[in-house]
């Protein structure tokens, strides 16, 4: 069974900075690509940025250029370094890992104050 668990999240001023982490265990077939994902209160979940087992990175428009995603095989853990944070990056962040199947961590809360 597949487990994704992040950390990393917490509270921070706007123009502030965190890193998030998730280590992936269990045992896995197949690892396409990990990402992140977030869901603001009232809104959808949506993709933050993601990267394939060949270092593809793929960034939301909102994010271009504060945050950066990297991963190390080995560990098989990623990371987004958030920096420049806003209010509006407030929500919880999912990693996301797509295998065999769709696997979610249990999510982390980021808060951004004004």
């Known amino acids: 069974q597949v487990q994704l668990v992040e950390s990393g999240g917490g509270l921070v001023q706007a123009g502030g900075s965190l890193r998030l982490s998730c280590a992936a265990s269990g045992t896995i077939f197949r690892l396409n690509a990990m990402g992140w994902y977030r869901q603001a209160p009232g809104k959808q979940r949506e993709l933050v940025a993601s990267?394939?087992?060949?270092?593809?990175?793929n960034y939301a428009d909102f994010v271009k250029g504060r945050f950066t995603i990297s991963r190390d095989g080995a560990k098989r853990t990623i990371y987004l370094q958030m920096n420049s944070l806003e209010p509006e990056d407030t929500a919880v962040y999912y990693c996301n890992m797509k295998g065999l199947h769709d696997y979610w961590g249990q999510g982390t809360q980021v808060t951004v104050s004004s």
């Open positions: 990267i394939t087992n060949s270092d593809f990175r």
